[in-house]
């Protein structure tokens, strides 16, 4: 079974300009969350989908990040503009079921940073 | 507000030593208890949860963790630590609401001595 698939592994750009993470999810899966972990913290949930509807965006700073899922499968998440502060990486997981109580399974992240 | 702390930000450890890494919550239920562990390079893998039942779970890679309600805590342990169990392990609370949701602790980076 082929795991959650992330690209770019990594990306630098310039403050004020825009990014765009990819990722597939495992087959079938029901659910996909969007996680940034900056150096030293846990992961923190930024937009979970179930199917290719949003359940929570609370902690999505929507004035410059946005996300999508398309037809329920894969997803992108995009930063415009970028800041200093988003230098993180950012994780991909999906889980079978649509809950997140399940087993979630990660991709390898895409570290970004921001200079 | 649910919450998970780690009190140890980094263990160092000699390898076939024993392990214990920390975690306490605060949650008003029932708590649904997880432990991820972060290899370098990779994203985050399940070692173990805890929803219910037996208070002692067991978990891959020979690590268990014991639920502890009067305490509060979610303790990972292993008997006897390899070179290649050196990593960021994450301790994290399940939310039940109308869609769950989980939350991570900042995490306890292993290293390991030969």
């Known amino acids: 079974e082929a795991g959650v698939a992330q690209s770019p592994r990594y990306k630098i750009i310039e403050k004020r300009q825009s990014v765009a993470f990819w990722c597939n999810p495992i087959?079938?899966?029901?659910?996909l969350y969007w996680y940034q972990q900056i150096l030293g913290q846990g992961p923190k949930l930024l937009i979970q989908f179930q199917n290719n509807g949003v359940v929570d965006d609370s902690q999505l700073p929507k004035d410059r990040f946005s996300a999508e899922r398309l037809k329920g499968v894969d997803s992108t998440l995009k930063i415009q503009p970028a800041k200093l502060e988003d230098s993180a990486v950012y994780l991909c997981?999906?889980?079978?079921?649509?809950?997140?109580?399940?087993?979630?399974?990660f991709g390898p992240g895409t570290r970004l940073t921001v200079l | 507000a649910q919450s998970v702390t780690q009190p140890d930000i980094h263990i160092t450890v000699s390898e076939g030593a024993s392990l214990e890494l920390r975690c306490n919550y605060s949650?008003?239920?029932?708590?649904?208890l997880f432990w991820y562990v972060q290899s370098p390079g990779q994203g985050l893998q399940l070692l173990l949860k805890y929803f219910s039942g037996d208070t002692l779970v067991q978990g891959i890679k020979g690590f268990e963790a014991e639920f502890k309600r009067s305490q509060s805590s979610f303790n990972l342990r292993k008997p006897s630590v390899h070179w290649s169990d050196a990593a960021e392990y994450f301790c994290?609370?399940?939310?039940?609401?109308?869609?769950?949701?989980?939350?991570f602790g900042p995490g306890t980076s292993l290293s390991v001595i030969p």
């Open positions: 087959s079938g899966h029901a659910t």
């Open positions: 994290a609370v399940g939310e039940l609401t109308s869609y769950d949701k989980v939350i």
């Open positions: 997981a999906s889980s079978p079921e649509t809950g997140g109580l399940d087993t979630q399974y």
């Open positions: 949650y008003g239920a029932t708590p649904y």
